[in-house]
């Protein structure tokens, strides 16, 4: 009898969601494997490369991969990053829970990812803003971008293709990507922008740089106007 699926928290099934059908994928920084094993379970994904840089997550992996049935199909590498794989591995690659200066860091070592056929999904737990701007200044594009809660935070995943120059952005960019309003976990996420801006506003004001608050405020009314549907107060 076939053990039943687990069900993936908010955070991976935003990941999972924007994993193309059909496409080997690489999890870096995999931990227990659980995305790659579902991927694969749900039959979304032929194959997949569960990488980490530790060998105890990786056996943790293994245990999985034999229990769901799954080790013909889930390839184990030990692996910093990407350095490891190579572009045969995988058309998606997904790197999820990590920092996003660690991930633009990965993503600009691996020259490989240059490529439009490749997709990266990204989800990022500290440093959003950074990851957004450096992957547009190194010729990377936002698709997709989807909200999700999980575990009492809301977090941010999106699809990534390089596109060689540096893509159109707008105002909002930087701080909410291509998030599109209308989604309570949009608005709780549009929320944590706005209280980290107030707080950046705070800041500069209290530092004599009152032109540069007064834009942080400017751009916190328009955040809540068009992510939150009201004008809060600044």
């Known amino acids: 009898m076939?053990?039943?699926?687990?069900?993936?928290?908010?955070?991976?099934?935003?990941?999972?969601?924007?994993?193309?059908?059909?496409?080997?994928?690489?999890?870096?920084?995999?931990?227990?494997?659980?995305?790659?094993?579902?991927?694969?379970?749900?039959?979304?994904?032929?194959?997949?490369?569960?990488?980490?840089?530790?060998?105890?997550?990786?056996?943790?992996?293994?245990?999985?991969?034999?229990k769901y049935g799954v080790t013909e199909q889930l390839a184990l590498v030990l692996?910093?990053?990407?350095?490891?794989?190579?572009?045969q591995d995988a058309d998606d690659v997904v790197i999820a829970g990590m920092g996003g200066e660690l991930m633009l860091r990965m993503v600009k070592e691996t020259e490989w990812l240059k490529n439009p056929e490749k997709r990266l999904i990204l989800q990022?737990?500290?440093?959003?803003?950074?990851?957004?701007?450096?992957?547009?200044?190194?010729?990377?594009?936002?698709?997709?971008?989807?909200?999700?809660?999980?575990g009492g935070?809301?977090?941010?995943?999106?699809?990534?293709?390089?596109?060689?120059?540096k893509p159109e952005t707008d105002t909002f960019y930087p701080y909410l990507g291509k998030l599109a309003p209308g989604t309570a976990a949009v608005r709780l996420y549009a929320?944590?922008?706005?209280?980290?801006?107030?707080?950046?506003?705070?800041?500069?004001?209290?530092?004599?740089?009152?032109r540069e608050a007064e834009k942080l405020r400017e751009l916190v009314r328009a955040v809540e106007i068009q992510f939150i549907g009201e004008k809060g107060e600044t």
């Not at 991927?39 to 997949?48: E, G």
């Not at 692996?79 to 572009?87: H, M, Q």
């Not at 935070?153 to 120059?165: D, E, L, M």
């Not at 929320?191 to 009152?210: M, Q």
Request: charged share 25%; proline share 5%; hydrophobic share 40%.
């Open 2 to 66: 076939e053990r039943p699926l687990f069900q993936l928290g908010g955070r991976l099934a935003a990941c999972a969601r924007l994993v193309r059908s059909g496409r080997p994928m690489a999890d870096i920084g995999t931990d227990h494997a659980y995305l790659p094993i579902w991927l694969i379970k749900n039959s979304i994904v032929p194959r997949a490369v569960a990488a980490d840089i530790r060998s105890g997550p990786l056996a943790a992996a293994r245990k999985n991969a034999e």
């Open 153 to 165: 935070k809301v977090y941010s995943a999106f699809s990534v293709q390089y596109i060689s120059t």
């Open 124 to 150: 990022p737990m500290s440093s959003t803003l950074e990851l957004r701007e450096g992957l547009a200044e190194s010729g990377f594009s936002v698709q997709e971008e989807i909200a999700a809660e999980d």
């Open 79 to 87: 692996s910093d990053g990407l350095e490891a794989l190579s572009p």
């Open 191 to 210: 929320e944590k922008v706005v209280r980290e801006l107030k707080n950046r506003a705070v800041g500069a004001a209290c530092e004599g740089r009152e």
